[in-house]
């Protein structure tokens, strides 16, 4: 059994409209919510064999406060298909990862995560910025993935949720 934990990225800023969108950073909400997110994995003991992050700059940003809560000492994947990819994109990066990876977290963009969590899981979710889905995934090998394979929605978290 695998774990799998997707989020969106926390909120970002539209206050420069001259940024390009892979650009955007988070705002005040986003830099308040993406450590809290981090912190509640860390109390549930979901702590990652690797996080895997989206290139555009609220995702990374987002990916390093919450290693930094896990104390995730290992460098962060970054991948470019990631970046406003859609859920078959996300599915051939899982089925890329290492079988040592147990449990792995995922932080990239709508709509393509929450098309990943109803393809997964057969539920449609909501997943608003900062959001987790966690999902187990009853697989031994990331590499037997399948969109036939029944995960569980174990839990979704929301930052508001937090409130």
């Not at 539209?14 to 705002?27: A, F, M, S, T, V």
């Not at 393809?119 to 909501?126: A, D, Q, T, Y």
Request: charged letters at 30%; glycine letters at 6%.
């Amino acid at each position: 059994m695998k774990t799998l934990l997707l989020m969106r990225h926390a909120k970002s800023s539209w206050k420069d409209p001259e940024l390009q969108d892979i650009d955007r950073p988070l705002n005040k909400r986003g830099e308040r919510d993406a450590p809290r997110m981090g912190k509640l994995l860390k109390k549930e003991g979901l702590i990652p064999d690797i996080i895997v992050s989206s290139p555009a700059q609220r995702t990374k940003a987002t990916a390093e406060a919450v290693a930094d809560k896990l104390d995730y000492e290992k460098d962060i994947l970054y991948v470019d298909s990631l970046y406003l990819g859609e859920p078959h994109e996300y599915f051939e990066m899982l089925r890329s990862l290492s079988d040592e990876v147990d449990t792995a977290l995922v932080i990239g963009h709508n709509p393509g995560l929450e098309g990943l969590v109803q393809i997964l899981s057969g539920k449609v979710v909501s997943l608003p910025t900062g959001a987790i889905a966690y999902l187990r995934v009853p697989v031994r090998a990331w590499s037997a993935l399948t969109v036939h394979i029944d995960c569980k929605l174990a839990e979704l978290w929301r930052p508001k949720d937090l409130d």
